[in-house]
């Protein structure tokens, strides 16, 4: 070979044996640190929050070096898709609440505005309901119930444990959701009444309404949901439980967050208040 390019065999040995340049060692670890990453988050991490995970590590690099990186490596992130089964029954005689939020799912303080949906968890054993109650500032799961079935004490449920967190101020608090038959019930509308919640829902059948929520509902199913198999309603409680506790609240980066995780924002949050 080497007498065919013209190439004598010491000068190809030595660029053979040539140790690499510091921008290659340089990108050998940040590849190696790149798949650590998108390992440790079994997947749902794409080049944007890789690089930003990279950034809190204390490693600067630019999104496009992990996009190339994550090609190199045959990485792909796993994509939100919509579609599934319809948890939402809009209630007949829905009365004329209003739409206090008009999809801004942002807010400047805990617990100002709360957003909530029902989704299907699917076991073997049959559907599994898990509902759920999200914080717009620090965009955490504050309150979650599961059941079996989709009555209004599943939503009543989660929303208590919003509640019980310290996520909902008497007066002042928002709750927004669909017009679902649950959110819609009186026993829900006397529930709010007690905590002193303000009610607000979306038109019906506008998804766009209440977007967040939709969006966490979306996230769980691609992140979790749909790569694992549940055999019992027990099981999938349990999983579920612990992948928004321990992972979704406190670990998972938020592009909307600068990056953060929810937890950091209230801890954020709770330690400007005592400053």
Known sequence: MCGWSEVSRSGYYGWRNRPLSATAHWRADMAHLVEEIFTAHA????????????HRQGHPIDEQTVRSIMRELGLVACQVKAGGPRTTIPAADADDLPDLLRRDFTSDRLGAKLVGDI?????????????????CHSKMVVGY????????????????????????TPGETIFHSDRGTQYMSNEFA?????????????????????AWA????????VERVHRVVYPTRRRAIADIASWIELYYN???????LGYRTPAEIVESWIYTRAA
Request: charged share 20%.
């Open 145 to 168: 119930a599961m059941a079996d079935n989709m009555r209004t004490t599943l939503v009543t449920d989660a929303l208590e444990m919003a509640a019980k967190n310290g996520f909902t």
């Open 250 to 256: 406190r670990q998972r980066i938020h592009s909307a």
């Open 119 to 135: 989704t299907y968890i699917p076991t073997w054993q049959g559907w599994l309901y898990l509902a759920t109650v999200l914080d």
């Open 190 to 210: 006397l529930f709010c009444e007690a905590y002193g919640i303000v009610r607000s829902v979306g038109r019906t059948g506008i998804c766009y309404d209440n």
């Open 43 to 54: 997947g749902t991490y794409g080049y944007r929050r890789i690089a930003a995970e990279l």
């Open 214 to 221: 939709e969006s966490f509902n979306s996230t769980l199913k």
